[in-house]
DNA sequence: CATAAATTTAATCGAATGATTAATGAAAAG
DNA sequence: CTTTTCATTAATCATTCGATTAAATTTATG
């Protein structure tokens, strides 16, 4: 009953409505963001298992029943997260295809840089994705069926870009090459907690590591491509 | 007062002792073994944080209180299976580099197999580890420190692998090649979850797509080193 | 066989965890 | 100013979870 009532009342109130009348313009972030900020580092960081709903309150300065008032439950706040974050990436890629005015080269210079530039802001991103889904695939496909058609129509082997890698080079399986263009970008924060302890590099070298890695991946795909 | 009695009673008895005399000659497998083959699968699964004991137990077909018993709580068997991953990982890897009538070439070709190979097996290991060092760094270097000085001593910068890399080869900096190759041969799996649902390919198509990288990751590393 | 030791089980404890309630404080509307 | 609505808190409930105990069963030993 609380929690019918509780959903139908938030649903009259947008966020942006919310954001300007309530807390003045802007002058603080919203409890709602506060409370996902929070979310989105610790889930980033310790999976979903491994987050409790006590240390996001904490770590958002705020009451657990505060996270449950808004999300209902740890379960739909994670599913808010986790649709946010896969938009986030699909819509970069997405952009990308959808410009008609670069050649194949360009796009695939273009990915592994925005891969790189925007991973760079998140770097606990994409292990988180991937480890969820590991742990749960099923519910991750009912959640984000989008997803499959997103891919299939982008990078489907009938797809335009697949097609025009297939002629434009002579590559047996294009699926492979696209594969090592997010393997060469992503890899790298995936294993940069092992890659850190292992070579002992501090923040700044990192950075320059894969900043370098921006110029040198378009270079080894077209070597790939030409080989 | 239970515990190191118990602790100190199963240190008189080794695996090797007790798999002969008790269950007599490999009439089955130990309990001690399919308690850790069932957490080994679970926790390469669904993480530290996501796999219960009760799972566990259930998995194992035994009571939760023999996996208490033989490894006298969670985290201890966690270690353990922890433990021989990274030995599992890093032995064949070793034995690799130790050998003298192998090339660079030869050895980086090693690698990629060996590495390919070994995960067709064991799918969910790489992601299992890493995300467990993202979770925890710290506990993760202060329980393996010794992968430290083992990087140090087969791929720091004055290692003999790395310093023939820089001169045999033009190359500015061989740690960007030896994570392509780490990446190229790793991350399919690490993706694999996600890989999976996005192309549809069934367990044979996977099998296949793997195994024709083993001989097309040596020749990309080639044209990398060679560009 | 009888006794001791090792293994296994059922029952349960205490702490952690997700969620809820009822009360309080703050802001908006009339 | 009063009333209503929204936001926030402290306290608490019900479950889950890891761990333990004491008893039962099995296996080894004299």
Redesign the interface.
Known sequence: MFLKICLIKRKNITFAENFNTRNGMNKDISTEEKIKAAALQLFY??????TKTRDIADEAGINIALLNYYFRSKEKLFEIIMEETLHRIFRGVSALFDRKDLSIMEKLEGIACSYIDSLAENP?LP?F???E???D?TG??KKNAF??NF?KDK?GMDSAFMQEIKTEFNVD?P??IV??L???S???F??R????????MNEEEMKQ?ME??KK?IP??IK??LE?
């Open positions: 960081k310790k999976g979903y298992a491994g606990n292990l994705v991937l480890s889904i590991q742990a695939a991750f496909v997803i499959q891919f990078f399986n699926l492979q594969i090592n997010v393997a060469l992503v890899f790298p995936v294993a907690p092992m890659f850190a302890i292992l070579t002992n590591f370098n890695r040198l270079k080894w070597c790939m080989s």
